[in-house]
């Protein structure tokens, strides 16, 4: 069975530039998660879709990110523009279903630098 | 609110003692608990979860960890710890009585570090 994917593993960007990040779930998963990683810390979560529907955004920074998963699978991550501290590694995971005592299951996660 | 507290930075052991690594939690009622590894440039693994009974969980690669209720606490275990095992470990909570489903509440990490 094929893991969560995660594209581009590695984007170096200057700031102010926009960057997007793609994600594909597990085959059946309807939940999918965007965390944040920063450097020594652990994930912090940015938003969770259930199927297409986001259903807890409120720690996405409105002004410059924004989420989209069409169709309730792949999903895409956006920031526009990017600054110098959004530099980090952003995961994404994906569950079947959402609470319970089901666990995440995680991409590799696509690293962002931002000069 | 839910939350989880890795008290301890960085663990040193040397290969073949048993190593622990630290976790405490926060919920308002009872708690799904969880233990994942980082490596390198890597996602988050699981190793394993606490969801009722036995309060000793047994997961991947050999790790254990204990429930302890009276201490809010889900340690991470290993008899013998090996140089492999060397990575970033977290803990992360889910209370069960969250019907809103909140997603996983990670702690911040902590390196384990094998010598040989």
């Known amino acids: 069975e094929a893991g969560v994917v995660q594209s581009p593993r590695y984007k170096i960007i200057e700031k102010k530039q926009p960057v997007a990040f793609w994600c594909n779930p597990i085959?059946?998963?309807?939940?999918l998660y965007w965390y944040l990683q920063n450097l020594g810390q652990g994930p912090e979560l940015l938003i969770r879709?259930?199927?297409?529907?986001?259903?807890?955004d409120s720690q996405l920074p409105k002004d410059r990110f924004s989420a989209e998963r069409l169709k309730g699978v792949d999903s895409t991550l956006k920031i526009q523009p990017a600054e110098l501290g959004d530099s980090a590694v952003y995961l994404c995971?994906?569950?079947?279903?959402?609470?319970?005592?089901?666990?995440?299951?995680f991409g590799e996660g696509s690293r962002l630098t931002v000069l | 609110a839910q939350s989880v507290a890795q008290p301890e930075d960085q663990v040193n052991v040397a290969e073949g003692n048993p190593l622990t690594v630290k976790c405490t939690y926060s919920v308002s009622g009872n708690p799904y608990l969880f233990w994942y590894v980082q490596y390198p440039n890597r996602g988050l693994q699981f190793l394993l979860k606490y969801i009722t009974g036995d309060n000793l969980v047994k997961g991947s690669y050999g790790f254990e960890a204990e429930f302890n209720k009276s201490q809010t606490s889900f340690h991470l275990k290993k008899p013998s710890a090996l140089v492999s095992d060397s990575a970033l470990y977290f803990c992360?909570?889910?209370?069960?009585?969250?019907?809103?489903?909140?997603?996983?509440?990670f702690g911040k990490g902590t390196t384990l570090s094998v010598s040989s």
């Open positions: 879709y259930e199927n297409e529907e986001a259903v807890d």
């Open positions: 085959s059946g998963h309807n939940t």
């Open positions: 992360a909570v889910r209370d069960k009585l969250d019907q809103a489903g909140t997603a996983l509440i």
């Open positions: 995971a994906s569950s079947i279903g959402t609470g319970g005592p089901g666990e995440l299951f």
